[in-house]
Structure formats: structure tokens, C-alpha cells
């Protein structure tokens, strides 16, 4: 069965604090994983995409690495304006299969 | 702007009285899907679409139909909304090939009583 999990469900971090996200996935035949941010009543907004096990991807303070079974998205540094729902979803080339998403609050 | 857009944003309804919330793209996608989004469920797909007449079902279809006769256009139907429907809905869009991220609407929110 085709699925994604993330972790934590929630994460509390003081600004400039690292930390990382994992999103831990099962797929017949990855064809992309991806990751979206999305803010209190808005749709998700596209950051990466990875495509296979070594790739890593960086945009400003993120970071997103693969492996065969997870992906981590690693926030450097963070400021109270990263606050938001952080979700992972792969996709089989038909269908796009999401997690449930972290909720990270950056306090200043 | 390329956008995906989504109407109504709110929409108040109550059980038994069809509904029909409209998506549109601009960006010549090939793939279209619609989601619904729920506390501790996540999102999940109802129903996408590789092309113009084609749709398949997604993960939670019963309830819901669509239609594809225009590439931009991808309405989700509601022939007889239940209380179990009242949630947050999204479109989205994609070049059809391998990688291709989606892009979202920004949501409908639908109460049904």
C-alpha cells in the first residue's frame, strides 16, 4: 500500500534553532517525492521535488535530502516567518499520496 | 499569473441539494485532481485526471463526480451532499510526466447540514 508518514506531528522551535522533519514513504515506483509548504487557510505551496536516493535540494534556510525509504527537510536557522504546515507527498505517476503533515511554529 | 482557480471559496449547504465547485487552470496542465483535506486524515485524493476525457478515481470517491470535456477546466460535483462532505477542498493541476509537482487552489471550504 502506497503511503506517506511524517514526524514529528508537531515541532516548537526558538528562532535560530536547526532542526529536521522526516517524511518516511512506501511507493511502487517513486516517481517524484515532493515537498509543500502551506499556511492557515490556503492551498499548498510547491518547494521541491526530489527524484532519487542521494538528491538534496536547498532554498534559503531549507534543505531536503532522499533516501530510498525517507526524505528530511532540514531548516536552518529558522525565523517565526517559517511557521507553517510542512507536507511531504510521492507521487506513483498516477496518483499523488500525501502525509499528514508537521506543524512547526518558529517563536521569536 | 499562472494560477489554478477554485470557486466558491465558502460554500454553505444543506444534505441532499446538488453542488458543483468549479476549477480552472491557466497553465496548459494536462493532469488535474481534486483533494480533500481533513484534521489528522490529511490530504486525499477524490478523483484526477490525466487528460481530457479521462478520469479515474482517487483514494475516497463515493459521493463525488467529475468531469474533463475542457483541458482547463475540472468541476467537482456533489449530487447529493451529506454532513460526512463537510470539509476542505482543493484543486489541483500538473504537467502530465514523471515529477511533476502539483499546483493548488486555494481551497473551498464546504459545510453541509
Known amino acids: 500500500e502506497d503511503q506517506v508518514t511524517q514526524s514529528p506531528e508537531a515541532l516548537r522551535l526558538q528562532e535560530g534553532e536547526s532542526s529536521s522533519l522526516n517524511c518516511s514513504y512506501t511507493?511502487?515506483?517513486?516517481?517524484?517525492l515532493f515537498w509543500y509548504r502551506q499556511d492557515p487557510g490556503k492551498g499548498p505551496e510547491f518547494l521541491f521535488t526530489l527524484y532519487s536516493a542521494g538528491e538534496e535540494k536547498e532554498k534559503e534556510r531549507l534543505k531536503a535530502t532522499l533516501t530510498k525509504k525517507e526524505s528530511f527537510l532540514h531548516i536552518t536557522a529558522p525565523k517565526p516567518e517559517d511557521s507553517a504546515t510542512y507536507l511531504c507527498?510521492?507521487?506513483?505517476?498516477?496518483?499523488?499520496?500525501f502525509g499528514t503533515g508537521t506543524s512547526l511554529t518558529v517563536i521569536p | 499569473e499562472a494560477q489554478v482557480t477554485q470557486n466558491p471559496r465558502y460554500l454553505i449547504t444543506v444534505t441532499g441539494k446538488k453542488l458543483t465547485v468549479t476549477c480552472s487552470q491557466n497553465?496548459?496542465?494536462?493532469?488535474m485532481s481534486w483533494y480533500r483535506q481533513d484534521p489528522g486524515l490529511g490530504l486525499r485524493q477524490i478523483y484526477y485526471?490525466?487528460?481530457?476525457?479521462?478520469?479515474d478515481k482517487g483514494d475516497v470517491p463515493e459521493g463525488y463526480k467529475v468531469s474533463r470535456k475542457e483541458k482547463r477546466n475540472f468541476p467537482l460535483i456533489l449530487e447529493s451532499p451529506s454532513p460526512n462532505q463537510t470539509s476542505l477542498y482543493f484543486c489541483?493541476?500538473?504537467?502530465?510526466?514523471?515529477?511533476?509537482?502539483?499546483?493548488f487552489g486555494n481551497g473551498t471550504r464546504l459545510t453541509v447540514t
Open positions: 489541483a493541476s500538473s504537467f502530465n510526466r514523471d515529477g511533476s509537482p502539483l499546483h
Open positions: 485526471s490525466m487528460n481530457v476525457e479521462v478520469t
Open positions: 497553465m496548459n496542465h494536462e493532469y
Open positions: 511507493v511502487s515506483g517513486l516517481r517524484g
Open positions: 507527498a510521492v507521487t506513483n505517476g498516477n496518483q499523488f499520496y
